[in-house]
């Protein structure tokens, strides 16, 4: 990851500049550079933690390190991915979104119905399945950025509102005798790479495009970093964050309907705890719930190291049990290490 | 979790409330009733509670307790549940919200046998019968049946079928089992690896749980697949489990190659049977459950009588058997022609 080289006009910076007009450029350069370096050096930490889990599970294994194998991680960890980017974006303007299960579920299932009852090829499902998701992502949007609910609360009620939804429609038993067209999301191949990677990548790419090239991407962090700040140097946050959940809810509607896909039907309950899967991957990536900072390359090495710890304990046959320890001492092992690095270099800086 | 048991107790309120309104005319409620020898004329209401909502296994059973109350007359179905089979609490909640709703019977599949225990015993002592199906409470009292497969005797023949389906020779094989630590999966594991002990050319390679996720069975199935490549056969131990552990076969283009006995009975598992990609499904009688759960219940109510546990039986389903008429009865239930015969 280039640091100091990165194009990005520090996005803390806008919403400083309102406020601490006084300070010295030389300052705020590096405070710029200090934030840039702490965002590479969680994806350092964990970078490093991956790449030593691959060697451990190569030697462990003789099955790991294995075509078959690499494509099946790949395609095990493309939901939990794209749906972690949503999150993450949402983590960086200060927020949560608890209800991504639930409208993974949502849109899954409406995806699956309008195939079954209506006919619609599954690209028009997606079509769907993303509208669903965008429409939810509003809602908390409007529950957030207009009537000021917290992120928390708005999307917790999202949660409940979703999966009761998701019960009403499907008469709470799952969406099956789909077509074999269904899968093509979940399970189809382009040019030898499984479909929901290149999706994957395509979605992680684009928001990364956006978040760290774009004015939009720019708003979202000074959101994240100061709010009020925000707000009073122009930017429209009200819009912007609204536009924040839509877009997030998009991807959500997205990653519900590869998993739909990906087992060919719709299940009522699917998704149930994928939002502590989720926040878990962007936390690991160096997402802070305190808002402003977090990277999508971050988040998608989150995403893959949980995803590589569960395919290792089933290769090695290890009871679920110690797999769910194991996560969690992940997750206390990269934010430590990272706060830990952050602190030494503030020392310095 | 607790989101679930919030939104349970939210919907019991509201639905207490609805009781409340519509109750004020017609409730006339012998608080007696409940209790031993004394009987209820008139409407029935029984609280009828799956281990959670969102499976095809417990809308039969639902299925099968409309049906009793239909025939019986007069008598309606509270159905409700938890979305989550590990939302524990929430059912705890949900079957106490009953109980202060004053229903006249409470026929539930406990989630978890110890934790709900003391759930049966507080409706037993407001004077609210409690009937248990599928999965009982530990310690259950004497007056509360258990309307249930037995798991164990149906996951020894699973095993059985797999040796019978895998024939002579050392052969390598997997289970997938749901729910660690609730009762009906210990149950089905405890049987299987019984079962696997007197077939001693069978080795278990591999054994994890789905979380009931067609999603996470689908995925550990993939992995164990990639460990244990000369893997000969699976046995999946619910329905998501069992359609994931296809899926995943499937996928690796091993479809027929490695022989899945599965449990229960969902459309996509027995259109799998129909096309080879399962050997065999161990398949119980929700419907009857359902079925005897509220039959016996409303006798009870009504004429006193004593309620007794019964096994609901498992029918085992295989490309061969499955368009008899007898097995057929099972697979799709209907009030016309209740698969409740002994």
């Not at chain 1, 998993?259 to 899967?277: C, F, H, K, T």
């Not at chain 2, 630590?181 to 049987?191: A, I, P």
């Not at chain 2, 398949?283 to 759960?293: A, E, K, L, S």
């Amino acid at each position: 990851m280039p640091v100091s080289r990165s194009p990005r006009p520090d996005p803390s910076a806008t919403a400083a500049t309102a406020v601490e007009s006084v300070t010295g450029a030389r300052d705020r350069f590096r405070e710029s550079l200090r934030e840039h370096l702490s965002s590479a050096v969680s994806e350092f930490t964990a970078a490093t933690a991956l790449i030593v889990l691959f060697v451990a599970l190569s030697l462990a294994s003789p099955h790991f390190l294995t075509a078959d194998n690499l494509f099946n991680i790949g395609s095990q960890t493309a939901v939990i991915a794209i749906i972690a980017v949503a999150q993450t974006m949402i983590i960086i303007t200060k927020g949560i979104d608890l209800s991504v299960g639930a409208v993974a579920a949502l849109a899954g299932v409406v995806g699956a119905i309008v195939v079954r009852d209506l006919g619609f090829t599954v690209w028009e499902a997606t079509a769907v399945a993303v509208g669903v998701g965008a429409s939810a992502g509003l809602v908390n949007g409007l529950l957030i950025a207009g009537a000021r609910l917290p992120p928390f609360i708005a999307t917790l009620g999202m949660m409940s509102a979703g999966r009761g939804l998701v019960f009403i429609i499907t008469g709470a038993v799952g969406v099956y005798s789909l077509p074999e067209s269904f899968q093509l999301l979940g399970n189809g191949e382009i040019a030898g790479v499984p479909f929901a990677v290149a999706v994957t990548a395509a979605v992680a790419l684009g928001s990364a495009f956006l978040l760290s090239q774009t004015r939009f991407g720019q708003y979202v962090y000074a959101m994240g970093s100061n709010m009020e700040a925000a707000r009073r140097s122009g930017i429209a946050v009200r819009r912007h964050l609204t536009a924040v959940y839509v877009l997030a809810g998009a991807l959500v509607g997205l990653g519900g309907m590869v998993a739909a896909s990906r087992v060919n039907s719709g299940q009522p309950n699917y998704g149930i705890g994928l939002e502590l899967d989720v926040i878990a991957a962007a936390v690991i990536g160096g997402a802070s719930l305190f808002g402003g900072q977090g990277r999508i390359a971050g988040t998608l090495i989150g995403a893959f190291l949980i995803a590589v710890v569960r395919n290792g304990s089933v290769l090695l046959d290890i009871s679920i049990h110690y797999q769910q320890v194991i996560v969690g001492l992940i997750i206390w092992a990269a934010v430590y290490f990272d706060q830990f690095r952050r602190r030494r270099l503030e020392a310095r800086g | 979790m607790a989101i679930d048991s919030r939104t349970r107790s939210g919907l019991a309120v509201l639905a207490a409330l609805a009781a409340l309104t519509a109750g004020a005319c017609v409730e006339v409620r012998d608080d007696s009733g409940g209790g031993d020898g004394g009987t209820v004329d008139g409407p029935l209401e029984i609280a009828v509670v799956p281990k959670a909502v969102g499976h095809e296994f417990w809308s039969t059973v639902r299925a099968g307790a409309e049906c009793a109350a239909e025939l019986a007359g007069d008598v309606t179905v509270e159905w409700d549940g938890v979305s989550a089979e590990t939302d524990v609490e929430g059912q705890v909640n949900l079957i106490q919200n009953f109980v202060t709703q004053e229903v006249d019977g409470i026929v539930y599949a406990a989630t978890d046998a110890a934790a709900l225990a003391p759930a049966t015993q507080h409706a037993l002592d407001a004077g609210v019968p409690v009937a248990m199906i599928d999965s009982g409470t530990d310690p259950q009292p004497d007056e509360v049946p258990l309307y249930a497969t037995d798991n164990r005797a149906g996951a020894v023949e699973a095993a059985n079928l797999l040796a019978q389906a895998l024939g002579e020779g050392e052969h390598d094989v997997a289970l997938i089992e749901f729910q660690p630590g609730s009762q009906t999966n210990t149950e089905r594991v405890e049987g299987f690896t019984e079962g696997l002990a007197q077939h001693g050319n069978l080795n278990l390679v591999g054994q994890q749980p789905s979380h009931s996720d067609v999603n996470e069975a689908r995925r550990v199935t993939e992995d164990i697949l990639t460990a244990n490549p000369d893997l000969a056969g699976i046995f999946a131990a619910n329905e998501p489990s069992v359609l994931g552990a296809a899926q995943a076969v499937e996928a690796a283009g091993k479809s027929g190659e490695v022989v899945i006995i599965g449990w229960d009975a969902a459309p996509d598992e027995i259109a799998g049977l129909r096309d080879g990609q399962i050997a065999a499904l161990v398949v119980q009688n929700p419907f009857r459950m359902g079925f005897f759960g509220v039959q016996n219940m409303v006798e009870h109510l009504r004429e006193g009588t004593p309620m007794t546990s019964a096994d609901t039986g498992v029918t085992f389903v295989t490309r061969e058997n499955i368009d008899s008429e007898e097995v057929q009865a099972v697979l799709e239930p209907s009030c016309d022609n209740p698969p409740v015969g002994q």
